[in-house]
């Protein structure tokens, strides 16, 4: 009766508090790279799981954004970890980027507009550095930018 209230004492509600300290720990040993590479961050904090999820947030929240423009943070961010897998996975990551440096460098726009401007950074970065030079819908970036502004 005593700890019918103490959220804590809940087996479902412990069990989660639990998780979040694990995920807790393992954003900090990603983000330090104790144990793990860069290239392996992503694979670990893209997933679907709230495991994943909750991981994806503690490490966003390690990231310091002020007075960065988006292409430094979005730089600042991959000198971290390398953006592996597939399309939606990194999608996620994005997202999670997204609402960090929303939340620490522009709060005056809208989180959906800084997704828009890193995926769009991404997307462009990656055509001009791909390896793969006789890609069949190669866009030039006027193209590419005619896709994002109406």
Do not use: W
Not at 108 to 131: I, K
């Amino acid at each position: 009766e005593k700890g019918r209230h103490n959220p804590a004492t809940h087996p479902k509600r412990a069990a989660e508090m639990e998780d979040i300290v694990k995920a807790r720990e393992l954003a900090h040993a990603l983000f330090d790279l104790r144990g793990y590479k860069a290239s392996e961050v992503c694979n670990y904090i893209s997933g679907k799981s709230d495991f994943s999820r909750s991981t994806l947030a503690c490490y966003m929240q390690m990231m310091d954004f002020h007075s960065l423009d988006i292409v430094t943070a979005l730089r600042r961010l991959c000198a971290r970890m390398t953006l592996t897998g597939d399309s939606y996975e990194v999608d996620r990551v994005v997202r999670g980027f997204a609402q960090r440096y929303h939340q620490q460098a522009v709060p005056e726009c809208s989180m959906d507009a800084v997704y828009c401007l890193a995926t769009a950074v991404l997307l462009l970065n990656t055509d001009l550095h791909s390896s793969v030079r006789d890609f069949c819908c190669r866009k030039s970036h006027a193209d590419l930018i005619s896709l994002i502004v109406p």
